[in-house]
């Protein structure tokens, strides 16, 4: 299995500021994956971050509000950018497990924007 | 689009009692995981299904996936308090996107 650090495990923001969340493997993994989860509620991709290339975004999540870097196989961040109190969840970061069959997250950033 | 709905939303349970949860995708799907989310946690992975009518068991859950692949379901049997959390299943499509179910929340009562 996977182990994942994920930083910060959570933070308290002002509107309009932006925040970086840090995420490190401790192995190579080919596709790292940012999730939101907003409270109370389900999980939703966000993009898949591949190392040597952009991010891919789903519907609904643009890279000028949620830029991603994937500098190599063990590290990515995911910054929230120009901070709104909708952007209030939780952040997780996820890799795939060996063979692709299942993911592995890591503590999750719980964001509060005031 | 691609929809998995989950029922019921939220359940509460003394403890002993059995629980289900019920899966259903709009459309067909390649395999069926499951995820237990405990409170102030991050998912972690439960068990994946991949043929049509598979069951599996691991220890007191009972998973199923539907002949169709289209619908899963997650029983717990006499219910413990360290079953608490919300239970996620996630359905991967034939073009490799993995969706998550909108989750139940199991509340066992001591």
């Known amino acids: 299995s996977a182990v994942i650090s994920q930083k910060p495990s959570r933070d308290i923001c002002q509107r309009g500021t932006s925040l970086t969340i840090q995420c490190q493997v401790d192995?190579?993994?080919?596709?790292m994956f940012w999730y939101r989860q907003q409270p109370g509620q389900s999980l939703t991709l966000i993009a898949t971050a591949n190392q040597g290339s952009e991010a891919t975004y789903e519907s609904g999540f643009v890279i000028d509000k949620f830029p991603i870097s994937r500098p190599n196989l063990t590290f990515s961040t995911l910054t929230v950018s120009n901070m709104s109190p909708e952007d209030s969840s939780i952040y997780l970061c996820?890799?795939?497990?060996?063979?692709?069959?299942?993911?592995?997250f890591g503590s999750g950033t719980q964001l509060s924007v005031l | 689009g691609q929809q998995v709905m989950q029922i019921p939303q939220y359940q509460h349970v003394q403890e002993g009692e059995d629980f289900t949860t019920y899966c259903n995708s709009s459309?067909?799907?390649?395999?069926i995981q499951w995820y237990k989310q405990r409170p102030g946690g991050h998912p972690v992975f439960l068990i994946q299904l991949v043929k049509s009518g598979e069951v599996k068991k691991q220890k007191r859950l009972t998973f199923q996936f539907g002949e169709a692949k289209k619908n899963s379901s997650l029983h717990i049997t006499a219910t413990q308090t360290t079953d608490v959390g919300t239970y996620f299943c996630a359905g991967l499509t034939g073009a490799n996107n993995l969706f998550f179910g909108t989750g139940t929340r199991l509340t066992v009562i001591p």
């Open positions: 996820s890799v795939e497990g060996q063979r692709g069959e299942k993911l592995f």
């Open positions: 459309t067909t799907l390649s395999n």
């Open positions: 192995s190579q993994v080919t596709m």
